[in-house]
């Protein structure tokens, strides 16, 4: 029977001191023994033993939620692109003017 564990990229990345997209890439590549459950992703590790200490836990932990944040960042930096770009669109008449009360249909007699 083989010894080892199953972790996550995360806790693979830290142990075998490569990054997030590294790991990311050895996945792709199928260079290392892995398995999905509920779309998150475990690496093999045959003889495991474990060498993280509190701090290297917390990095950990930090690296994640960075790496979580640059995401998110670059979401909305992408938003604030086609914002603004709507923006100019609009400021240069491109975009539909804004209706007037002339423009409105009419309402109907009330009853």
Known sequence: MMEGKWLSILEFAAYKKKSISTVRRYIKANRIKF???N???FIWVKSYIPNQ???EKNQLELKFEF???KKENNELIEELAEARMLIKLYENGQMLAPLSAKDLPTLPPSL
């Open 35 to 37: 398995k999905e459950e």
């Open 39 to 41: 779309g998150k992703y």
């Open 53 to 55: 200490t509190q701090t």
């Open 67 to 69: 790496e979580r944040l």
